[in-house]
């Protein structure tokens, strides 16, 4: 589905990845794990054209879109929720989410959504300002997958939520996964995040050091000595 091939991309005239590549299969679970400043978020904004690689391609669907501007990259099927709350705090929550959708007859994908995240129905008028972090959340995620995106990237889902709420975002990432929605998953929960998915990627320093099935990098000795504490 996703093809990142050999991208440089650079901050003023910083580099910080140098030739990545990595794919994204068609109803997996892909994870991009690493520390603070290892390019995981450099990565996923320059999938979704908020940052342009100085040299490589990335193909989505057999389209080069590497020189696209966001909104045609959204328009394509690609969603990014950012590190930390992407939503309007003085709106209520049925109005973020139907920002999020592109159909003018979203009724459906929003019963949908309900579905995903009982509480957003049992709180769709009140200020999502007012929501507690997990909740945020929720409506962060549910308000991108209002445009029925055939690729969700989500960076950090996890940061800063308490231990319960965390579990429950990644059982919710991996339903998603289990109704077709392909899913890039930026995480720095290591454990967590290899459970869920089908591949795993581990970058330092802006380049891919280690890849592979999700089983195989959780019991690599390097992931679990650097990342697992064993």
Known sequence: MLNVNNINVLYDKIQVL?????????GEISTILGS?????????????GLLHPVSGEIRFLGERINKLPPYKIVRRGITLVPEGMSIFPKMSVKENLILGAYAKDYRKTLDWIYQIFPKLREREKQQA??????????????????SN??????????LGLAPKMVLKIFDTI???RDDGVTILL?????HHALEISDRGYVIEK????????????????YVRKSYLGM
């Open 18 to 26: 140098w030739n990545l590549s990595f794919k994204i299969n068609s």
């Open 36 to 48: 603070n400043g290892a390019g995981k978020t450099t990565t996923v904004k320059t999938i979704v």
């Open 129 to 146: 300002g007012t929501l507690s972090g997990g909740e945020q959340k929720m409506l962060s995620i549910g308000k991108a997958l209002m």
């Open 149 to 158: 995106p055939k690729l969700l990237i989500l960076d950090e889902p996890s």
């Open 174 to 176: 991996k339903n998603l």
């Open 186 to 190: 930026v995480e720095q929960n290591v």
């Open 206 to 221: 802006g380049r891919i050091i280690l890849e592979g099935r999700s089983e195989e990098i959780l019991n690599d000795k």
